[in-house]
């Protein structure tokens, strides 16, 4: 049986070109989601500021009651409060268990990685957004 070497060469470089494209996709793939990161990451302070101001609107509010029924808008002032630092705090959960290096790990066990992320960091961002029109629709005229 005689090997010929011109398909064995073939095959190696198709097998050696698949697996860079598959780097590349993960590579792609990882910017994304850093990206995404990186899109709502400046809107922290912008959490901790509204959710103090919040916190303090409710607590004016609770004080100058005089026997007005004012329960129902304090609770949703206190509950926009709230959402605001669950956002806060579950981007950075979200930045803690963020691996970047991925020792030991197939590009195929990458990019399964790497799309569960991005599943995570895009909730992490639809929470900071909504705490943020909730409390910016609280604080400038909704109650």
């Not at 669950?86 to 990458?110: H, N, P």
């Not at 399964?112 to 900071?128: F, T, W």
Request: glycine letters at 4%.
């Amino acid at each position: 049986m005689k090997v010929r070497p011109f398909p064995l060469f073939v095959l190696f470089f198709a097998l050696l070109f698949s697996c860079a494209a598959e780097k590349d996709e993960n590579v792609a793939l990882k910017e994304q989601v850093i990206a995404v990161h990186d899109e709502v990451m400046p809107e922290i302070g912008t959490l901790k500021s509204r959710q103090k101001k919040l916190e303090e609107k409710a607590d004016a509010l609770a004080q100058e009651a005089n026997g007005v029924d004012t329960g129902e808008q304090v609770q949703e002032l206190r509950a926009a409060a709230r959402s605001c630092e669950a956002a806060y705090d579950g981007m950075f959960v979200w930045m803690r268990q963020f691996e970047s290096e991925y020792d030991g790990m197939t590009e195929e066990e990458i990019r399964s990685y790497l799309q569960d992320q991005m599943k995570k960091v895009e909730q992490v961002k639809k929470d900071i957004r909504s705490a943020l029109t909730r409390s910016d629709s609280l604080l400038n005229g909704g109650l």
